[in-house]
Structures are given as structure tokens and as C-alpha cells.
């Protein structure tokens, strides 16, 4: 665990500083002192994760531990990493303290072995005490910022403790069955086979009892099954696919939904459009895995100058770049990396994609509209000001109980999801 503690620390003090967790991580992993096994790659993940997803409430409890400031980077990354172990997981504590005080050794900070010795060995003792101190804000018992939670308290003041709670809840790993080559029934009975348990959810998807790394998933090489959320897929169904369509996926990276609608559909021609070339790579990678087609190209969906032949299309997927609000459980990060002021300015990007590629949808064909945001603003009110814009557009409801005005919750099963259908006259 020594390890695990000295990568984490490398990892978050870099988070600290506003680098990508996922990113971070990468970089940590290759600063590993030999092989890492699967093992500690998942509890690297699992810290590396969890400081960020109990972030506020870390923080507001060390705090209460410092007499004077808190310390400087990396020992309170440190320092969080191990309140993290000591505060949500079942390590050893006797393990966790020694460990991070000979991590506070190596990193060679003048006493900091005596300190991280007494910070943690006192939290220990008063661990409810200072808990209960760090749960009387919302920050503290949410580990959100204050602007954050405020918007969600405003947007939605039923629900906007459940909104947030979901948030510090670990994500079910969803899989979504390939029925080209196999039923949802099929799969979950090779599965089975495998030891894994899993139920259904949706019309092709499948939450496991316990995540698993893809290696064990039967046929995930062949095809037979891909990785993605539940609230995701139903992208392909709001769109009504029919043979022979011309469709484009704009903004597909990295190519969940393109396989999806690919697998979905009989005989379309799929135009595929993200403007970062390596991401462009990422789908055709899945698509290759899925043994299916489209044409990939690396470009600006909004510029239509740079890649529209003038062919309208008969449907339109803009999964539009978002604040990723609704999937703040998967990636924690997007919490401390967000800032209030990016609002406005991803709605205005929104705005301009959505006005562009209308023109490109024929008459009577649709372009359905999706953010994986919960926030109204790049919503329902993207949603009514292009109805403003564009009197032609019809808007199709969207008929099924998960959805509320075209939201779908953060819940057990499903992320925070937003999606509107609009029919061109």
C-alpha cells in the first residue's frame, strides 16, 4: 500500500494544481516502481477517485487537525490520500498511518514524519466528532463547490439533496449488449457462466453486481458487448433510425453512440465528426472493434465549410460539449475543474452547433439534442431558445416515465442525461 499511497500523492498534487485526474493518474502509473498489478492500478483508481468525490469533506476535516495553516504540496496530498483510506475504506488503519508517515520520509519535508503521524493518529480518535463539524455545510456533507450547489438548489429544490448525493456515489458499471450478436438474455447468461451477476436495464443494457476490468467480459474483443451508461443509450432509439438513412453523429468521440446507432441500423450511411483528430481515432478504434462502418472525420461540426457536401441528413446526433454535471460521479474532477463563469460559455458553443447543424437536417428529418449535463441552462433552456430561433422546428416530447421534461435524474442506475428531439417542417 506504501505504493499506492507515494502515486496517489503524485497524482493528486498535480490535480491540485488543475491537471486532469485521469491524466494525473497516467503520469502516476508510469512513475510506478516496477509492474503494477491489476490489483494496485484499481486501488490507485479507487484513491484517486474517492479524494476528489470526498474532496470538501477531506479538507474541512484536516483542516480542523492543522494548529496553524494547512501544510504545503504534496504533504497534504498526502495527507488527504490517507484521511481518504482512514475515512471510506476498510485498509487497516494501523496500515494506512505507517504507510504515510514513511511516504512523509521519502518526500523529504523537515518533520513530516512526526506531523503526518499525529494529524492522522488524531483523526482517528475524534474521526465522528470531526466529521459531524465537516457535514454541517453543504460543501462539507456534498463535497461540492458553493456555486455548484447552489445552482442545483435553485434548479431543482425537490430534489437537489438526491441530485447531489447521487454525485458521491460510486457508478455502476453498465454494459450495453451488442444484438447483432447476441440477446441482452444470451449475454447476461455467459456472463453467468463467468461468475458475474448482472440485471437489466433499458433495452440492451446490463449493470453488473461488481465492476470488472473488460478483459473478463466474454466477447468484448469480438464486439459482443461494449461499456456505457445506461442513461447514454438512448441516444439511438430518440432517433428513430430506418434503413438506409443518412445520419451524422457530430461531436462522436469516443464512439459509444456511433457503434450504438451503427448496431441499431440496417444499411446507413454514418458520417462521424469530432474536431480533435486523436479523438477521432478512439472511434474508429470502437468501430473496428464492433466490426462496423462509417466515415470518421476530424473537424469543427459548427464550421460547415470545412466537411458538409451539401447532402442534407435525415438524422442528427449533436451530443453536445457540456459542463458533464450529470456525470460528476464518473469523473469527480469535473467538480474542482468547472467553474461557474464556463456555464455561459459552453451554452453560447451549444447555441452555435445547434444553429448549424439544422441546416444541415432535411425536411422532415430530426436532430436530437443531448448533454450529459443536469444543469438548466445548457438544457431546457438551450431547448426553448432554438424553438425561439427556428419556428420550423417541431419539438417531439419525449414519452417515457425516467425522463422529466426531457431530464433524465442522476440515479442508481442511470447518469444525469438531458435530451430533446427536434423535427424539421
Not at 503494477?36 to 469533506?57: F, I, K, N, P, W
Not at 483523526?123 to 457535514?135: G, N, P, T, V
Not at 448482472?198 to 466474454?218: R, S, Y
Amino acid at each position: 500500500m506504501l505504493e499506492i499511497q507515494r502515486l496517489s500523492t503524485l497524482a493528486l498534487t498535480q490535480v491540485l494544481n488543475g491537471k486532469n485526474l485521469d491524466h494525473a493518474l497516467t503520469d502516476a502509473r508510469g512513475q510506478a516502481k516496477g509492474q503494477l498489478t491489476d490489483h494496485q492500478r484499481a486501488s490507485l483508481q479507487d484513491v484517486g477517485y474517492g479524494v476528489q468525490r470526498y474532496r470538501t469533506e477531506i479538507e474541512l476535516v484536516l483542516q480542523q487537525l492543522f494548529a496553524k495553516k494547512k501544510p504545503d504540496p504534496p504533504l497534504d496530498a498526502l495527507l488527504m490520500v490517507a484521511a481518504y483510506q482512514l475515512l471510506h475504506t476498510r485498509v487497516a488503519h494501523h496500515a494506512v498511518v505507517s504507510h504515510a508517515v514513511e511516504v512523509a520520509v521519502l518526500l523529504g519535508v523537515p518533520g513530516a514524519k512526526g506531523f503526518v503521524n499525529g494529524v492522522l493518529r488524531n483523526l482517528l480518535r475524534q474521526r465522528d466528532a470531526f466529521l459531524k463539524i465537516a457535514h454541517e455545510t453543504p460543501e462539507g456533507q456534498f463535497s461540492h463547490p458553493r456555486w455548484w450547489i447552489d445552482k442545483v438548489r435553485m434548479q431543482y429544490p425537490e430534489r437537489w439533496e438526491a441530485i447531489l448525493g447521487e454525485a458521491q456515489a460510486r457508478p455502476p458499471m453498465t454494459l450495453r449488449v451488442n444484438r447483432r450478436n447476441n440477446s441482452r438474455e444470451q449475454y447476461q447468461a455467459r456472463l453467468k457462466l463467468e461468475g458475474i451477476d448482472a440485471t437489466p436495464v433499458g433495452m440492451e443494457g446490463l449493470i453488473l453486481a461488481e465492476p470488472v476490468n473488460v478483459k473478463q467480459l466474454p466477447g468484448f474483443d469480438q464486439g459482443d458487448v461494449s461499456v456505457q451508461d445506461a442513461s447514454a443509450q438512448y441516444a439511438p432509439e430518440l432517433l428513430a433510425l430506418h434503413p438506409n438513412q443518412r445520419v451524422l453523429d457530430a461531436c462522436a468521440a469516443p464512439g459509444g453512440k456511433t457503434g450504438h446507432i451503427l448496431e441499431r441500423g440496417n444499411a446507413l450511411e454514418l458520417l462521424a465528426l469530432d474536431k480533435d483528430p486523436g479523438r477521432i481515432k478512439k472511434v474508429e478504434a470502437n468501430l473496428r472493434r464492433l466490426n462496423v462502418m462509417a466515415q470518421c472525420v476530424a473537424a469543427d461540426a459548427g464550421d460547415l465549410k470545412s466537411w458538409w457536401d451539401g447532402r442534407p441528413f435525415d438524422r442528427v446526433l449533436l451530443d453536445a460539449p457540456c459542463s458533464g454535471s450529470g456525470v460528476a460521479r464518473r469523473h469527480p474532477d469535473i467538480k474542482w475543474l468547472r467553474r461557474a463563469e464556463d456555464i455561459p460559455a459552453l451554452a453560447a458553443a451549444q447555441e452555435r452547433l445547434l444553429d448549424a447543424l439544422w441546416q444541415v437536417v432535411r425536411r422532415g428529418g430530426r436532430l436530437v439534442y443531448a448533454t450529459c449535463s443536469i444543469f438548466r441552462e445548457e438544457n431546457q433552456e438551450q431547448e426553448e431558445s432554438f424553438l425561439k430561433r427556428h419556428p420550423e422546428a417541431r419539438f417531439l416530447p419525449i414519452v417515457d416515465p425516467l425522463f422529466h421534461e426531457g431530464q433524465i435524474y442522476p440515479d442508481h442506475a442511470h447518469d444525469g442525461f438531458f435530451y430533446a428531439i427536434f423535427q424539421k417542417a
